[in-house]
């Protein structure tokens, strides 16, 4: 699964050494996900996190669309306990931290106005999602990282949709000649996620004999709402 993960990174590197001269926006959200269906009958917690948007074109009249990706990351589960750091080192303690984590991909479509100080706008996203728990041990006094692992993977592929609304909060005119407008930015989306199996909190069980993992198996859909800005470039990449 972790070659999925750099699939994605080169998809995003090899997407901006393309697209050199055109118009564009990105934005950066804070995001709450909250389990639904099947993923919520196993996930009771509200999942935290962000996500970060780039699109490639600012819509027109004529052509009230953009198009880019949309990469986000959520944690849904986390637990923590001091240890001490051997069985034979039992005076020097570490903190055993545990996350249950989703990284999410997405090509991004948007119907949008072109203009106006509060826009209103529709979206489709198609992607996947990268389900893994890990545990990190960290140095009690300083917190700095000894050693990690990750317990457990899987990838589940998602699409969906949503809608939101932009509020211009610092009008384009007011900034140099290569930024737009910056606007608050609020959405909701509904993903629907295919099965995966996947860690929650609790289903690491650490015994005197060793580890044993209890795997959850759903769909994996989600409601996100997120909050954060939005701004407009004027061929940000561009070589001229």
């Known amino acids: 699964m972790r070659a ?25 959200n804070f995001t709450l996900g909250f389990p639904m269906r ?4 196993n ?26 990706f949309d990469l986000g990351y959520l944690n849904y589960g986390w637990e923590s306990r001091s240890e001490p750091f051997s069985s034979t080192i039992p005076d020097v303690a570490v903190d055993v931290n545990r996350t249950n984590n989703i990284v999410n991909f997405h090509f991004l479509a948007q119907i949008i106005p ?9 979206e489709i996203l198609l992607g996947g999602s990268y389900l893994y728990t890990e545990t990190t041990i ?16 899987d990838w589940a592929w998602s699409y969906g949709g949503g809608g939101g609304i932009l509020y211009e909060i610092v009008p384009g005119k007011k ?25 929650k909190e ?3 069980i650490v ?30 990449f561009s070589t001229e």
């Open 4 to 28: 999925k993960t750099f699939f994605i990174i080169f998809i995003i590197l090899m997407t901006f050494s393309v697209y050199k001269t055109l118009a564009q926006s990105a934005g950066l």
């Open 202 to 204: 609790g289903s690491v």
């Open 43 to 68: 996930v009771k917690r509200t999942g935290f996190g962000g996500s970060f948007q780039f699109l490639f074109f600012n819509p027109t009249k004529e052509f009230p669309y953009s198009f880019g």
């Open 138 to 153: 960290n140095s009690w006094d300083s917190g700095e990282q000894v050693a990690s692992s990750n317990n457990f993977d």
């Open 114 to 122: 072109p203009t106006g100080k509060i826009r209103p706008y529709l």
């Open 207 to 236: 015994q005197r004999d060793g580890v044993t993992y209890e795997v959850s198996k759903s769909k994996t859909d989600l409601l996100t709402v997120s909050l954060g800005a939005v701004v407009n470039f004027s061929s940000l």
């Open 175 to 199: 900034l140099d000649n290569r930024l737009g407008s910056i606007y608050l930015d609020l959405k909701v989306r509904y993903m629907y996620g295919t099965e995966a199996e996947y860690l």
């Open 38 to 41: 099947e993923f919520q009958d």
